[in-house]
């Protein structure tokens, strides 16, 4: 390989506002997990969400890893939108890999440390049931439990219909919301995903 690690940087897309994330792939072999979460550690985003890297087996990340290439990606923000905290955490996160690599000098600037979020078993979208105009009733980094009210959904379909009160099918962190307020039927409202210990995930390797 002609590279000795890899960060794909995304800013969230148009359609949703993430929470700024680290995103970390477990590997097939189970030897690469240690240093992306290593990777993952070092770029210090305040939230590392772990998904099954099996499940995409063309994606950057597992290919990466079939090569012996520690790999990361990113969340940053969205809404197609520069956000100033989000990119203050991708340049720091960036010079914080470099420097662990030798490629700049220096030492890692380092904060508190990254929280694991669980995107393989302990997460769930909420989702639209038909379109309308959606009013949030919680934020991204909100914690939640089940049961508790997300949001209205009123109908533009039917102007007489009562708002439907939609609730939160699990508890965790709100990692994911919609960006504007006009939603379609199935369209993602909130991801919602529990947090997890450092050690769970080398667990999943």
Known sequence: PLATAGIDLHSGGSSAYYLPSAFLCTAHDSDMTGPNLELAEIFNAPF?????????????????????????????????????????????????VMRRLGIIAGEAELGEPTRFLNGIDASAYLSAPYSGI???????????????VAGLLYSTEEIDREPLVLTFESSGLVTVRCNGARVRRGSHLFLVASEMERDDVLARA
């Not at 959606?134 to 049961?147: I, N, T």
């Open 134 to 148: 959606f009013e949030p009733r919680c934020k991204l980094g909100d914690s939640v439990s089940a049961g508790d």
């Open 48 to 96: 590392t969400y772990v998904v099954e890297g099996t499940a995409s087996a063309t994606g950057f990340n597992p290919v990466a890893n079939q090569k012996g290439v520690p790999f990361i990606s990113t969340e940053l923000s969205g809404g197609a939108n520069v956000d100033v905290d989000a990119t203050a955490i991708g340049m720091r996160g960036v010079k914080n």
